[in-house]
């Protein structure tokens, strides 16, 4: 079941559903994208509708971060529960160590997916690494780093370079990439690679990881301010699709 919010597609599923679509994907062997979605890139597709057209022409999309299903709330939706990028790729990982899947990390500074792939070998030492690459490649040098993904044939890329820049470079290159399941997951190589501490698990269970990472990172309090007006807008939409009459 799909619903609809701000014009961007979103997939009502729990956690346990998203990681078994994500399997018959990988068993179908087509390349398809998923995104995880979060209410900073929403916001901003509203003003951009290539990025629209992007979001709505993935396979799968999730949303990542209680903002989104608070939104969809009160725009009178029901998403059961927030899907986020690091979530599920910590999620995929030991079904992907059991399954066979080979994982590709794409993205962080230099280094990083290295750290990243070394900790998660760690945690599931039977876990397949196809192969690893930052995420600070020039343009005139995307080409080398597709084909360097697509010789190392993997189930599963993890693209760590920052939305909407990663769903982008996947959406131009999914078809060359062939990789059976592209997504985004932002910072979590970082994070992974214990460079960048994730808030408390407390944080994390009242839905305010948001919050935490505004204390860690002050700088980003310009960016937070896209939440209420994404709330806002959310709402307002909700309440003229309510009052608009029937078909």
Do not use: C
Request: glycine letters at 8%; zero cysteines.
């Amino acid at each position: 079941m799909r619903i609809e919010l701000l014009g961007a597609r979103i997939d009502a599923l729990r956690m346990s559903e998203v990681e078994e679509r994500i399997a018959d994907f990988i068993r179908a062997g087509s390349p398809r994208q998923v995104i995880t979605l979060n209410p900073e890139i929403l916001y901003r597709a509203q003003q951009e509708p290539a990025l629209l057209d992007l979001i709505n022409g993935a396979a799968l999309v999730t949303a990542d971060g209680v903002g989104i299903v608070w939104a969809a709330r009160l725009a009178g939706k029901l998403l059961p529960e927030r899907v986020t990028g690091i979530d599920l790729m910590l999620r995929l990982a030991p079904r992907a160590t059991r399954e066979g899947w080979r994982i590709f990390l794409l993205g962080g500074a230099p280094g990083v997916a290295e750290e990243a792939a070394v900790r998660l070998k760690r945690q599931h030492p039977r876990l397949v690494i196809a192969g690893t690459h930052h995420g600070y490649f020039r343009e005139d040098e995307e080409a080398e780093v597709v084909e360097l993904i697509r010789r190392a044939r993997p189930h599963l890329l993890f693209a760590g370079m920052g939305a909407p820049k990663q769903e982008q470079f996947i959406a131009r290159n999914l078809k060359k990439l062939a990789v059976p399941v592209a997504m985004g997951v932002g910072g979590s190589f970082d994070v992974l690679a214990g460079r960048v501490k994730r808030a408390p698990r407390w944080l994390q269970r009242l839905h305010l990881e948001w919050l935490g990472r505004l204390f860690r990172e002050p700088r980003r309090w310009r960016r937070m301010l896209i939440l209420p007006r994404f709330a806002w807008r959310a709402l307002w939409a909700g309440i003229r699709e309510r009052g608009s009459p029937q078909k």
